[in-house]
């Protein structure tokens, strides 16, 4: 009979003191929410996997973000152009156009950016970059990002990150 008053006790007291047993961590949502433009596909549902801090677009949004960190808001778009997609990233200051893709090879990517299904902002200040020589992955290394990043993704396969480093728009690879 006593046996079992001890642990009742311990359960009122715990309750009088406002916890109801052990303490359970408490959940702390730090993912903001995102419009998921293709709920159908759960691949969508991981990217807080590799991102922390995201918002998802459709590819027929603009993106407005300080890219270069001179503070104003640039404007990204996803477009295509004589049958090749690509970027045009707009400078919120000088108004002057980067285009990336659109028949324009773009570091070690192509000219064509059609086989991007979504795409995204990150404001990471750490992302990856997988390390890949002679078309073989050879590891993969950290890199700090000082501007929101745009993220290119195709589904089950992966993709890469455009950042303003160094002066300019740059390819971080992020795909096997």
Same mark, same amino acid.
């Given at each position: 009979?006593?046996?079992?008053?001890?642990?009742?006790?311990?359960?009122?007291? &715990?309750?009088?003191?406002?916890?109801?047993?052990?303490?359970?961590?408490? /959940?702390?949502?730090?993912?903001?929410?995102?419009?998921?433009?293709?709920?159908?596909?759960?691949?969508?549902?991981?990217?807080?996997?590799?991102?922390?801090?995201?918002? =998802?677009?459709? &590819?027929?949004?603009?993106?407005?973000?300080?890219?270069?960190?001179?503070?104003?808001?640039?404007?990204?778009?996803?477009?295509? $152009?004589?049958?090749?997609?690509?970027?045009?990233?707009?400078?919120? /200051?000088? $108004?002057?156009?980067?285009?990336?893709? =659109?028949?324009?090879?773009?570091?070690?990517?192509?000219?064509?950016?059609?086989?991007?299904?979504?795409?995204?902002?990150?404001?990471?200040? &750490?992302?990856?970059?997988?390390?890949?020589?002679?078309?073989?992955?050879?590891?993969?290394?950290?890199?700090?990002?000082?501007?929101?990043?745009?993220? =290119?993704?195709?589904?089950?396969?992966?993709?890469? &990150?455009?950042?303003? $480093?160094?002066?300019?728009?740059?390819?971080?690879?992020?795909?096997?």
């Amino acid at each position: 009979m006593y046996k079992h008053a001890i642990p009742s006790f311990a359960l009122i007291l &715990l309750n009088a003191c406002g916890q109801a047993g052990p303490s359970q961590p408490e /959940k702390v949502e730090n993912k903001p929410e995102v419009a998921d433009p293709a709920p159908e596909n759960p691949e969508l549902k991981f990217l807080h996997y590799e991102f922390d801090n995201y918002q =998802l677009f459709s &590819l027929k949004d603009t993106i407005r973000e300080d890219f270069n960190g001179d503070g104003a808001a640039d404007e990204a778009v996803f477009t295509t $152009r004589n049958d090749k997609a690509g970027i045009l990233i707009t400078d919120g /200051k000088t $108004r002057k156009t980067t285009q990336i893709g =659109l028949g324009e090879p773009f570091e070690e990517m192509s000219d064509d950016f059609s086989w991007v299904d979504y795409w995204g902002v990150t404001k990471d200040s &750490l992302t990856y970059e997988i390390i890949v020589e002679g078309s073989e992955v050879v590891g993969d290394t950290e890199v700090r990002l000082a501007h929101p990043a745009i993220f =290119l993704r195709r589904y089950e396969v992966g993709g890469g &990150l455009i950042a303003f $480093r160094n002066g300019k728009f740059e390819w971080i690879h992020q795909a096997d």
